[in-house]
Each structure stands twice: as C-alpha cells, then as structure tokens.
C-alpha cells in the first residue's frame, strides 16, 4: 500500500460532516511535526484549522485544504461505508477521497519526499487547513487569513486541494474563480380575496415585470479568463396555501456569479435600479460570499503546468469555471492562488472514489510543485 494511499484511507475514516475535523487534523499535525514544522492550532467558534510552517524566508508556498466533508446522503445507496475506506477496481471510495482529503494526503506524502531530499530548501512551506469550506466558511480561511495578516505573514504561492480535473488527471487547473453575490428581495402587496383584486395589491404581479428585465439583462461580457456574469432566481415564495387569496408578500432568492468585468457594488446598483424603476415596495439584503480572483500565468502557473506535464505527460488547461473555494479568501492578500485536485465526477455524489493511481499521481504533481518554486 503507498503511503499516500495510507494517509487517505486514515483521514476517510474520520466522520468529519461539516463543521467537524473528526481528528483528520491531528493526523496531518503529527506527521507536519516530525518534519520540522512549527504548528499554530487555531480554533474559531465549532471550527477547528491550524497553520503549519516550516521556514521563515520567502517565498512562502503554502498547501490549503479542508478535512471536513459533505453528508453522506442515504447510507443504504453507498455499496460500502462512507466512512469506511474500501479499495474496489483500482479506486478508492469513501465520503471525501475526491474532496479533498485525496488531496490532503497527497500534499503531506509530497512534503514528506521533498523535505527528505531537500530538507534545506530555499523559502518556506505552509499547510493553511480548516475544517469549514462545506460549511458557511465563516469561522475556517477566512479567520486564518486574518490571523496571518495581523501577524505579517504573506503568502507568496498557494495551491488549493480542490478537485479540479474533469477527464483525466491534471487535464484542468483553476486559476480563479467567479465572484459569488446573493440577493433576499421581498415585495410587499396587500393580501385579499382573489375575486376582488381591485381591494388588493398583488405583489406577484408587480414583481413579475421587473424579473423578466432582470432575466434579460447582460452583466458584462466576460474576459479571455472569464465567461460573462451570470444572474439566477434559485427560489420564489408566496402565497398562504389557498388558491383564493391575493398574497400580501412575495420572497425571492437570486444569485449572481460574476467575473472581474463587474464589481459587487455596480452589480447591486443595477439591481437596485431596475427595481425603483418598478416602483416597488421592497426591501433587499445582500451576502457577498467572495470576490472573484484570478492568477495570471507567471511563476505559480508556469510551475504547476510544468509539474503536470513532467508527471502526466500532457499540457493542462487554465479555468475559472465552477463555484467558489477558499482562494477567495487567499487571493486578496497578494497572494498567487491556484487549485489543482482530482477528477470531480463523484464529488458529493454517492460512492465517492478516487482512481489509486491518481492519487499517486497528484502526490508526485505537488512534489514537483516544490520542486519548481523551491530549488
């Protein structure tokens, strides 16, 4: 058994649901330890994260990642336990080997190789970990980052565990992602009898209007990194549950997700706009859940093509497609952020699984990472 496929199955059998670590941290701890990593524990709120380095000088590479999982979803459809890592056909299945703790593992066997042939590397090396990215990521990254800023740490390189790869291993690496921007729109009428609407205001009705400009509206166009900005009601709500009531009330949910073509606030004034337009009676909260970032190529991005292709044999593909990750929360300090993971076809599925081979694979892709950046 290879290590790194060691270290997956010890962190799959940790039932580590959203916002629990389960000890899948610990784990990671002992083994960052014994390389000469000094560790900082760093609990928020129920959320537990730790920050490990080894090394003061720059540039500073650092693995971010996060041990917490998905549910699992139905017990009796998964052909084993989730949380109970089975090697079948050449793959590994258990709730998380895809997202991420594959990754995880991958990244601790790669710093454990590398530091053992250099272990007087130039620079530094970090593992930023949380155990809230499934979760509201209000207590994991976002708190750390903070922590490190107020404490003079810059990160010069980052590469995020996520499962990025659609085809084949290392055929997609992300170097951004959208921006994600919520609206909570509610439309007050007044609610009455449905056979004598002219007693009423039916706010269905005066939404209505405005939903279908909004629907029509182009954001932006996009750029070469970038698809143009999206806008989507996910959610309507109104009505008392009769079918001869004018409601008094109508909720909407909507969500943009947006290139670096748009700003949140220029998003939310055309928004606001069409709305006054319609004369509604409204009232509108927003959740701004990340900026979008982007890494242009340069040394982070040439290194991790290379590493792909020196490992794999073939060139990779740059995107910024998909939701939103915990580089959301890196790549505003300055620092270079780019994910790379495995296959993503059975991530939050049933049966979750990575290919062994894979898995190999990616932990000799992120010893070449360090490679290319540290020596």
């Not at 336990?81 to 990244?107: E, I, N, W």
């Amino acid at each position: 058994m290879s290590e790194t496929l060691e270290l997956a199955k010890a962190l799959i059998a940790c039932p580590s649901v959203t916002p629990q670590d389960a000890g899948c941290q610990e784990i990671m701890i002992e083994r960052l330890e014994a390389l000469g990593f000094h560790v900082e524990r760093l609990p928020f709120g129920d959320v537990e994260n730790f920050w490990a380095h080894r090394g003061d000088a720059a540039p500073l590479v650092v693995f971010a990642g996060h041990t917490d999982v998905v549910p699992t979803g139905p017990l009796d459809q998964w052909r084993s336990d989730p949380f109970m890592p089975t090697v079948r056909d050449g793959r590994l299945y258990g709730r998380g080997a895809a997202d991420m703790k594959g990754s995880l593992a991958a990244m601790l066997t790669a710093c454990e190789r590398f530091v053992d042939v250099c272990p007087d590397h130039r620079g530094s090396i970090g593992f930023l970990i949380t155990s809230d990215e499934e979760g509201p990521s209000i207590n994991g990254t976002r708190k750390v980052m903070d922590y490190l800023t107020q404490h003079g740490t810059q990160i010069d390189c980052c590469l995020v565990g996520e499962p990025t790869c659609e085809k084949q291993l290392g055929d997609v690496i992300k170097n951004g992602r959208r921006g994600s921007l919520g609206g909570k729109l509610v439309v007050r009428g007044t609610q009455g009898h449905i056979a004598y609407p002219h007693l009423a205001d039916n706010p269905i009705h005066r939404l209505a209007p405005a939903l279908a400009e909004l629907c029509a509206l182009q954001w932006d166009r996009g750029n070469d990194f970038f698809p143009p900005t999206t806008f989507q009601f996910s959610n309507l709500n109104a009505g008392t549950g009769a079918d001869n009531v004018i409601p008094g009330r109508i909720e909407a949910l909507f969500n943009f997700r947006y290139s670096t073509e748009s700003t949140a606030e220029a998003l939310k004034a055309r928004v606001e706009s069409v709305l006054k337009g319609h004369r509604l009676d409204y009232t509108l909260e927003w959740r701004l859940s990340g900026e979008p970032f982007l890494t242009r190529p340069g040394e982070l991005v040439d290194a991790m093509r290379r590493a792909v292709r020196e490992v794999t044999g073939h060139d990779t593909t740059l995107s910024t497609s998909g939701g939103t990750s915990d580089g959301r929360f890196i790549a505003p300090t300055g620092a270079q952020v780019v994910e790379l993971g495995p296959l993503n076809a059975s991530i939050h599925k049933i049966d979750e699984h990575v290919s062994l081979e894979d898995l190999d694979a990616l932990s000799r892709i992120y010893e070449r990472v360090l490679v290319n950046l540290l020596t």
